[in-house]
């Protein structure tokens, strides 16, 4: 695509622009952390091309280095090889904010305290916060609980307040490690639900880890399978299925079985390996 | 059983056990089977407080002692808190302060009490100071032991939103580790009382403790139980009150 280019003199000239380029470029990333028992691999060698306004997925089996790899990306671990570009030029990694896996709502604060948590690390006033912070527990069905502590809440109401207090922050990248994985299948829709609808709604990139096929294959736009442990990239499936999508409709879609069984092909031979490799009966 | 009956139950409970034993002791005091001399029932002390109160001013030695175990209590609670959270997130502090902790955290610290008398001299500051020393590192230790563990994904969430130390200080260690403080502060408390009615003992000069150990020295029996049941409430009340403070400072807690 040509469009026209204001250069740092002022003047307009015409070049080629390739079309939005991505969010986060990944070269020859590897991670090896130094243990008692000697150097781990823990990812190695990913190559990956993060678009704008990208809903990516990752699969792969336990241990295969997902968690080390997204820490990378939000700049909480420090690469051993490779490096990570980004295409905001100010900083040198996007404006990110990860909703971590396991339990990672602070006990001693209220879902409000929590949910405002970013924002007040960065300084923004108690007017600003709360304007925010507001409309987002309102979105995430969480308004009447604002002053509850975490421990009086479900669980799956605790994994809202960590995707609340992501979001305050306005990320250009929303990182989620296997946001869903110890909840009920139901209380899962509604969030896979609630993700796609706030998705929809403010176009952000998306980077969510999953050991659920079905729950990437509803989300995403595109599934990055990666090998057993030392991770590395396997696979990469475009998920062309009709946005919005819906629960129902969406498993009906034969395309959705067909992509289903692509990937459950490519991850079985890598979750077997991991499994031998653990020791684990098959 | 509702929550409400429950909570009535304990109430109950927890007043019935001491009632319980006031009561045997009455029962077997009045039997006759043991000396009334040493073993005085309950309810003849009633008359020996009146006059305690009336005519010796029992109120300022219990005020005197008390006086003595918060000052300690607080010389060496706030000092054992702040080293303690140092302890927990600075490593080259915990290496280099963990072998000194855990050696005199072993010693008895009434046995330096000599020392610490020479130090001092014999006035207040002496029994302040061996207070502090008894109680500082049981508070420092509980508490390093309360920001260790702390999941670090607390420290990750705050260092992804661009928190610097201080913040995961304030954010994270601090209110992450309150309820080991307060662990750590409850076993103090104890170790308070029991130090400062052993210097009482030891150099009486005024407060419960030698109100015990005179009134034993001149046989006046009857006295030395009614400070023994006086230390007992006072021990008793200060952890309630311990208990509402930790009540207001750590709403988040499960189960309190
Ligand atoms: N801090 C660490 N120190 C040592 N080894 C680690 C560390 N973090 C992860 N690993 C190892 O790296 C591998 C990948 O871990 P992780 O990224 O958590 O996998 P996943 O999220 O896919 O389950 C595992 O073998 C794990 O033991
Ligand atoms: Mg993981």
Redesign the interface.
């Known amino acids: 695509m040509t469009v026209a280019v204001a250069n740092e003199s002022g003047t307009v000239d015409d070049r080629e622009v390739v079309t939005d380029p991505p969010l986060v470029r990944i070269r020859g990333l590897g991670r090896v952390f130094e243990t008692a028992a000697g150097p781990v691999t823990a990812v190695r060698a990913i190559d990956l091309d993060i678009r704008r306004r990208e809903f990516l997925a990752i699969v792969g089996p336990s241990g295969c280095g997902k968690t080390t790899l997204l ?1 990378m990306i ?3 671990e420090t690469p051993t090889s490779g490096r990570i570009e980004t295409g905001s030029a100010a900083a040198d990694r996007p404006v ?3 909703v ?1 896996q ?3 709502v ?4 209220t879902v409000r305290q929590n949910a405002e ?2 924002l007040a ?2 300084g923004a006033g108690k007017p600003e916060r709360a304007g925010i912070v507001d409309s987002l527990l309102e979105t995430v069905g969480l308004i009447e609980f604002s002053r509850a ?3 009086q809440l479900s669980e799956g109401m605790r994994q809202r307040v960590a995707i609340a ?1 992501a979001l305050a ?1 306005d990320p250009d990248l929303l990182l989620m490690d296997e946001p869903f994985g110890s909840l009920d299948e139901q209380t899962r829709f509604i969030l896979q639900d609630e993700v796609l609808r706030i998705w929809g709604e403010t176009q952000k990139t998306v980077i969510v880890v999953t050991h659920s096929i079905d729950e990437a294959l509803t989300l995403a736009d595109r599934v990055i399978v990666m090998t057993a442990h030392p991770g590395a990239i396997k696979d990469v499936v475009d998920v062309p299925l009709a946005r919005p999508r819906d629960q129902a409709t969406l498993r009906s879609d034969p395309e959705f079985g067909r992509l289903f069984g692509r990937i459950w092909d490519s991850l079985r031979s890598e979750v077997l390996e991991a499994r031998a490799a653990s020791g684990s009966p098959r | 059983m509702t929550a409400k009956q429950r909570r009535f139950a304990e109430i109950v409970l927890t007043i019935a056990s001491p009632i319980l034993l006031l009561l045997i002791w009455e029962l077997i005091s009045r039997s006759g089977r043991i000396d009334q001399r040493f073993w005085p029932a309950p309810s003849s002390l009633w008359d020996t407080t009146r006059t305690m109160v009336q005519d010796e001013d029992l109120f300022g030695e219990i005020w005197l002692t008390l006086e003595r175990i918060l000052a300690g209590f607080a010389m060496g609670a706030v000092p054992g808190i702040i080293i303690g959270l140092l302890m927990g997130i600075s490593w080259p502090i915990r290496a280099f302060l963990m072998p000194i902790a855990t050696a005199i955290y072993a010693i008895p610290k009434i046995a330096l009490l000599p020392l610490v008398l020479i130090a001092l001299g014999t006035g207040e500051m002496a029994r302040w100071v061996i207070v502090a020393l008894s109680i500082f590192f049981v508070v420092a230790l509980s508490t390093m032991g309360g920001v260790l563990a702390l ?1 670090p ?2 420290t ?8 610097n130390r201080w ?1 995961l200080f304030r ?2 260690a601090l ?2 580790s ?1 309820p080991a403080i307060f662990t750590g502060l409850r076993l103090a408390l104890g170790f308070a009382l029991i130090v400062v009615v052993g210097t009482e003992f030891v150099r009486p000069n005024g407060g419960v403790g030698s109100l015990i150990w005179e009134s034993y020295s001149i046989l006046s029996i009857k006295k030395m139980y009614v400070g023994l049941i006086v230390t007992a409430l006072m021990g008793w009340l200060l952890v309630l009150g311990l208990d509402l403070i930790e009540r207001l400072v ?5 189960a309190l």
Request: net charge positive.
């Open positions: 820490r939000a700049g909480l990110n904010a990860m971590f396991g339990h990672s602070f006990p001693w604060m948590y970013g690390i960065r502590y975490p421990h207090r922050v | 999941d994904i607390f990750d969430v705050a260092r992804n939103f661009g928190g913040t954010t994270v209110p992450g309150t750590v709403p988040w807690r499960r």
